[in-house]
């Protein structure tokens, strides 16, 4: 938490009244500069030039209209959103949230958090992120197409290589990209791969990158462990969400020996005691689009479905919550660690509240946040850029082992900034000072931009 004394406060709360109602831009920014105090002590030119007001308020903002027609012939009009928030290590860099929650707010607490992630993976990129309110939950094919076009429509004036490169995120995978792809090269003429990543395989995509953020989380969480002497193999492990990150974390963990009880998506959760049967979740949910609660009827009498409790109640030694923001509240973490929680890695962005971290902190509890463990998906979209820059493809393996190592230095890189400011075992302060100091460097180094 912050130190009411220090010099931090201040521009926080002319942040507050900046960003008025934007809470969970608020949040975001309260974690991050409520561990820059030892920083700035040490160096305090990290603070000269206004530099953290700058880092606090976007370079670009654009909010646009979305018009498209539904399978009925409606004109529906959506809100779409890009947020340029920072350039200085790379050209901007984060996905795209189709979600009817989206708004301004979240689109800024996604960008700010996606600043010290990307500085974390060492690679040239900025920080952004982008999407729209959109719901395609019970759209058709034709539909979501129609949209992405739309989006795209406005969208591709504002991106590029060079400049902002987007990705998919909540409601946006494969699919989608390969439509906003489409509608890009159409309106530009131009076949320029670079400007978008997680494309598949024939339009210049990445090996691994569809699996990249859950198996980049494993290999965080694996490294994590073993500071205290512990190991994957044997573990009891809840997963929520169902969807790109949640599946593959899944799979991945099983692959290493870890029983995987629990999954779930926005109606409910399963509890399968004999360990989930992740092929089975990802024909419901990748080939069918169908809700989890399928797998229950699939499965039978052996697999519990539950609509009106928290999956956080289900006893397990490992969590990596997968699905969205503060997801996982204070009575959720009180229920974890009394079940003999021993680690927590959040697998989705901030989906564990202020209140719970700081349960998990108390316990005792190894917790990791998302902008290190989940940074597995831009590493693995950084190699992709890269691929694309040099015309070559990678095999999966080859690109899997570059994820993995980036993984262990991220996780060794908070460990040790952790370790250099006196919080051993902090790897919230860890990952926000060792971001904050790459992306402080290079925005001094560019002078007052
Ligand atoms: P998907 O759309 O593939 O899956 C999201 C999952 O979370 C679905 O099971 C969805 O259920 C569930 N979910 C979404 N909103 C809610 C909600 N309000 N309450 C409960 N469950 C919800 O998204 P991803 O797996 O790509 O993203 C998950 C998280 O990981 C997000 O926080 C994202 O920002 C983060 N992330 C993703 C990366 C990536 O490479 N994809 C990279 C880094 C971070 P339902 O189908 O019912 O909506």
Redo the contacts with the bound molecule.
Sequence with gaps: MLNNKNKLTPILNQIMQRNVGEKEFHQAVHEVLGSLSPVITRHPEYADDALIERLCEPERQIIFRIPWIDDNGQVCVNRGFRVQFNSALGPCKG?L?F?P?VNLGIIKF?GFEQIFKNALTGMPLGGGKGGADFDP?GRSAREIMRFCQSFMSELHRHIGEYTDVP???????GREIGYMFGQFKRLTNRYETGVITGKDLLHGGSHARTE??GYGAVYFFERMLATRGHSLEGQRAIV???????IYTIQKLISLGVKVIAC????GFIVDEAGIDIDLVRKI?EQHRS??SEYAKLKGSSVKYVADRSIWDVPCTIAIP????N?LTDDDARTLVKNGLIALGE???M?CTPEAVHIFQEAGVLFAP?KAV?AG??ATSALEMQQNASRERWTFEETENNLSKIMHNIHDLCYETAEKYDMPGNYISGANIAGFIRVAEAMQALGVV
Excluded: M, Y
């Design positions: 996905g949230r979600h929650s996604l939950r990705a998919g995120d909540i409601g946006v995978g990249a953020t929520s969400g169902s969807g790109n990150v949640a779930s998506d926005s109606n949910k809700r989890i997968s699905a969205t923001q997801e697998g989705a962005n989906p998302g989940n998906g831009v």
